[in-house]
């Protein structure tokens, strides 16, 4: 069964957070979320769930960029610090391929430059195609 739709642009929930796709190459995406008071937590610090969210953004674009459906089976992140400025980046960088499963390592930093974040995840690789 052939995925034909241009994948990333149906995540809704990634849309509704704000999160923007800055670039997409296989194996490497760089997604992007402009903060607003919406993704702040009770204590006035980014919400982790945004983190995770704009982090996973990247990774399936990431996963899914060498046109073959992938879907996450195991993620985790690693806070490190509170992230500063108005804007975060997340970068996703495939760290393994194989046929079936794939690994990829997503750095998440502020403005300034600083990591914020890391985010590491595995997909298993479908045969159905996407269309990105």
Do not use: W
């Not at 995540?11 to 607003?36: I, K, S, T």
């Not at 993704?39 to 980014?46: E, F, P, Q, R, T």
């Amino acid at each position: 069964m052939d995925l034909d739709l241009n994948f990333l642009a149906q995540d809704r929930f990634a849309a509704l957070v704000g999160v923007r796709l800055v670039q997409v190459e296989p194996g490497h995406a760089v997604a992007r979320l402009e903060l607003e008071d919406k993704h702040l937590n009770a204590a006035g610090v980014v919400q982790g769930g945004a983190i995770f969210t704009l982090a996973d953004f990247a990774f399936a674009a990431a996963s899914n960029s060498h046109g073959r459906l992938a879907l996450a089976i195991n993620c985790s992140i690693d806070f490190f610090t509170s992230p500063r400025g108005r804007a975060l980046t997340a970068e996703a960088k495939e760290v393994h391929r194989s046929p079936k499963l794939a690994s990829y390592n997503v750095d998440i930093h502020d403005e300034g430059g600083e990591i914020c974040a890391r985010f590491t995840g595995t997909v298993y690789r479908k045969k159905d195609r996407v269309a990105l």
